[in-house]
């Protein structure tokens, strides 16, 4: 039995795939289903209602015009997360808000971000596993596990320099992953 983070990611995907090819009732219904969605996300970071609204709105606005970026190949809910976090992001740089949290309640905010962490780890997964192995395995010694440049050098072989140009042009590749470029 699949969780509800599988099944509302392959139907809101189903929904994505059909109003790219044109389907406007399944595009109203991605939006419409879309809403409940962004306002638990962005209600459980803001303080208002009209607030969170206001970018629940923006963010189905920032969907409708980015739409084509979207990459069938990858998962649907962390295309919609990242635009809703930007979105967020820039309410908070322009009304100059930082937030802080108090520390009796940091347990409550890392059990929310740990289903995101979860999801985003997942999807990092997925696009690795689309890179050649080699590059692939480098990227993960020096961005994830957390090695030097010359550490990674020294367990591949590879010089330096080689090492520096194979994880430039492998977060180059992502990145075009990411954009929906092939």
Same mark, same amino acid.
């Given at each position: 039995m699949r969780n509800p983070q599988e099944t509302a990611e392959s139907e809101l995907k189903a929904l994505m795939l =059909?109003?790219?090819?044109?389907?406007?009732v399944a595009y109203h219904r991605l939006l419409k289903a879309l809403t409940p969605h962004l306002r638990g996300y962005f209600s459980r970071r803001l303080?208002? %209602? #009209?607030? %969170?609204e206001d970018l629940v709105q923006e963010t189905l606005i920032? +969907?409708?015009?980015?739409r084509a970026s979207f990459d069938p %190949?990858?998962?649907?809910?962390?295309?919609?997360?990242?635009?809703?976090?930007y979105k967020m992001i820039d309410h908070f740089r322009?009304?100059?808000i930082?937030?802080? $949290?108090p520390l009796e309640e940091a347990e409550t905010v890392v059990a929310d971000y740990d289903s995101e962490a979860a999801e985003a780890a997942r999807d990092v997964g997925e696009l690795?596993?689309? *890179?050649?192995? %080699?590059?692939?395995? $480098? =990227?993960?010694?020096?961005?994830?596990?957390?090695l030097s440049t010359a550490e990674a050098a020294a367990?591949?072989?590879?010089?330096?320099? #080689?090492?520096?140009?194979? +994880?430039?042009?492998? *977060?180059? #590749? =992502?990145?075009?992953? +990411?954009?929906?470029?092939?």
């Open positions: =059909l109003a790219l090819n044109g389907d406007g303080n208002g %209602a #009209a607030e %969170a920032a +969907i409708h015009t980015k %190949a990858l998962p649907f809910t962390a295309w919609l997360y990242a635009i809703a976090r322009k009304a100059g930082r937030k802080t $949290l690795l596993q689309r *890179l050649p192995k %080699a590059k692939r395995e $480098l =990227l993960e010694k020096v961005k994830l596990e957390g367990a591949t072989g590879l010089s330096e320099s #080689a090492v520096k140009v194979t +994880i430039h042009r492998s *977060l180059k #590749a =992502l990145t075009k992953l +990411i954009g929906g470029q092939p």
